[in-house]
């Protein structure tokens, strides 16, 4: 039995970046639904976009490319994602681009001196508030940020493998992507998950590359707390299925469908 490969040295920040918006984002499509989303809401398209948590701001970035009048804001906390995608985001943006994108390094529970027309919340990032009040307390800050005529949106997981100890791995050119659930506490809803990336090119294994220590959060808990916050109405989006059952991309308001091993769904809050 040929022995498992481990990485004894970190990927570069270069290489842990990419494997992870290649393997995870698909923010061309996240863009692409709230666009439409937000105009069929107020007949307008939007214009100011905050990305909370936005880590290397691909999507931020993205937004101010498609119209002169856009603007975005990114905010996050973490120096070394911000530092790789003013690096390979930001840079790649004309002069003119540049100027209506912002990397904001801060708190997203912090004040901002801008209004938006779509705050986002996506990549499950809001997990880390384990505490009702905590999440409770992020979205009024998100309601009180957000234009008059604005939207609130965020994505979210769960089905009946998202709690059980396990690794998927999914391939990739080049490289295979692992999603690790190490373990769930069914008392208090908190888990903690790893990615895992080996390179095809020499078999090594990079563990525990990204770690999340989360709680899960249900599509109800998560629209009743937006309900408090003051939004004046939310939504539940669900995904179709192709032929085979699989996830169609195409998402659908809905409040009413029957569990699955796995399924990701957006909410979005008016304001």
Request: charged content about 35%; some cysteine.
């Amino acid at each position: 039995m040929t022995k498992k490969k481990v990485a004894k040295s970190k990927l570069s920040l270069e290489d842990k970046y990419k494997l992870y918006e290649d393997s995870v984002q698909c923010h061309e499509a996240d863009i692409d639904f709230i666009k439409k989303e937000y105009k069929k809401l107020y007949k307008k398209n939007a214009v100011v976009f905050r990305e909370d948590f936005g880590g290397t701001a691909a999507m931020a970035c993205d937004w101010v490319k498609l119209s002169p009048k856009n603007k975005a804001y990114a905010i996050d906390l973490d120096p070394e994602p911000v530092k790789y995608g003013k690096e390979n985001h930001y840079l790649k943006l004309s002069d003119e681009e540049q100027s209506r994108m912002q990397y904001i390094m801060g708190n997203v529970l912090g004040p901002q001196k801008f209004k938006s027309d779509i705050t986002v919340a996506f990549n499950f990032s809001y997990f880390i508030f384990k505490k009702r009040a905590e999440l409770l307390d992020y979205f009024k800050k998100v309601h009180k940020s957000l234009n008059k005529d604005g939207v609130f949106f965020l994505d979210l997981f769960g089905g009946s493998d998202c709690c059980e100890p396990l690794e998927e791995a999914t391939e990739h050119d080049g490289h295979t992507y692992y999603w690790d659930c190490e373990k769930f506490n069914p008392l208090t809803n908190e888990v903690l998950y790893y990615i895992h990336f080996k390179m095809h090119k020499d078999k090594v294994k990079h563990e525990q590359v990204f770690t999340y220590d989360w709680r899960m959060w249900s599509p109800m808990e998560l629209r009743e707390i937006l309900d408090e916050a003051g939004f004046s109405e939310s939504f539940t989006y669900w995904e179709g299925t192709d032929k085979d059952g699989s996830g169609d991309g195409n998402f659908y308001k809905s409040d009413d469908e029957e569990n699955c091993e796995s399924w990701v769904i957006y909410i979005g809050a008016k304001k």
